[in-house]
């Protein structure tokens, strides 16, 4: 097993970068604006979830209906905002142990790339100075399905030309974890057990992280 996996695919927000916090302000911004007030708590409730679905939650909070076109409008809006925000980004915003293992990973040949549904992917990569760390970028301008569904996890795939099931997927979400299995890919899940199902491996982090204990680690759990 050690040698079949041929690819590493990665999502972006909670497992290379947390932007979670400035999508968090402008959806926060966002309610302010309606005349209510969106919590932390409320927030948790948008984690893997599309723009617009995300945009339906915040206004059930805020008990508000409205039609399609002023939704688009608001969604737009507070992606403008979210865009000011991570325009701010720096390199060292990288979470703790990610450039680290991403030069491993580089140096073992094993070929990577982005799987996101976020359309600012390809800003954020390069306000982190990363761009050039993926063979494969997939973003929400290449795919039309949203996780659980395994499209942008098999685009990587395909555009890095590994099969499937030779690849890992790392993913902080719960959706992210369904997609890579409905998609016939290993899976390592980022950052709590108590909120993560259904990976093949579990890691906190990157931070004291290696390809070798990844890979081993793995191949044990499907043994």
Same mark, same amino acid.
């Given at each position: 097993? =050690?040698e079949?996996?041929?690819? @590493?695919? @990665?999502?972006?927000?909670?497992?290379?970068?947390?932007?979670?916090?400035?999508? %968090?302000? $402008?959806?926060? *911004?966002?309610?302010?604006? &309606?005349?209510f007030?969106?919590?932390?708590?409320?927030?948790? *409730?948008?984690k893997?979830?599309?723009?617009? *679905?995300?945009?339906e939650? &915040?206004?059930?909070?805020?008990?508000?209906?409205?039609?399609?076109?002023?939704?688009?409008? &608001?969604?737009? =809006?507070?992606?403008?905002?979210?865009?000011?925000?991570?325009?701010?980004?720096?390199?060292d915003?990288?979470?703790?142990?990610v450039?680290? @293992?991403?030069?491993?990973? *580089?140096?073992?040949?094993?070929?990577?790339?982005?799987? !996101?549904? !976020?359309?600012?992917?390809?800003?954020?990569?390069?306000? &982190?100075?990363?761009?050039? %760390?993926?063979?494969?970028?997939?973003?929400?301008?290449?795919? !039309?399905?949203?996780?659980?569904?395994?499209?942008? @996890?098999?685009?990587?795939?395909?555009?890095?030309?590994?099969?499937?099931?030779? +690849?890992?997927?790392?993913?902080?979400?719960?959706?992210?974890?369904? $997609?890579?299995?409905?998609?016939?890919? %290993? +899976? /390592?899940? /980022?950052?709590?057990?108590?909120?993560?199902t259904g990976?093949? %491996?579990?890691?906190?982090?990157? =931070?004291?992280?290696?390809?070798?204990?990844?890979?081993?680690?793995?191949?044990?759990?499907?043994?």
């Amino acid at each position: 097993m =050690k040698e079949k996996i041929k690819a @590493f695919l @990665f999502d972006l927000d909670g497992v290379i970068v947390d932007t979670a916090k400035y999508h %968090y302000l $402008a959806w926060k *911004r966002l309610a302010a604006e &309606l005349g209510f007030d969106f919590s932390e708590e409320h927030n948790e *409730r948008l984690k893997g979830v599309s723009r617009m *679905r995300s945009l339906e939650i &915040l206004l059930e909070v805020g008990n508000i209906k409205l039609p399609h076109d002023e939704m688009e409008r &608001l969604a737009a =809006k507070k992606n403008d905002w979210y865009v000011e925000y991570i325009k701010q980004l720096r390199p060292d915003e990288i979470l703790p142990g990610v450039q680290r @293992f991403l030069d491993e990973t *580089r140096s073992r040949n094993i070929k990577t790339a982005i799987g !996101s549904a !976020s359309k600012n992917t390809p800003l954020i990569l390069e306000r &982190l100075n990363i761009s050039g %760390y993926f063979d494969a970028i997939i973003d929400g301008t290449k795919v !039309s399905k949203a996780k659980p569904d395994p499209e942008v @996890f098999l685009k990587g795939a395909e555009e890095l030309g590994i099969k499937p099931e030779e +690849c890992i997927v790392f993913e902080d979400a719960q959706a992210g974890i369904e $997609a890579a299995k409905n998609g016939n890919m %290993y +899976c /390592v899940a /980022v950052g709590s057990p108590e909120n993560l199902t259904g990976a093949d %491996y579990l890691i906190p982090g990157f =931070k004291t992280m290696t390809v070798d204990t990844i890979l081993h680690n793995v191949t044990k759990a499907i043994l």
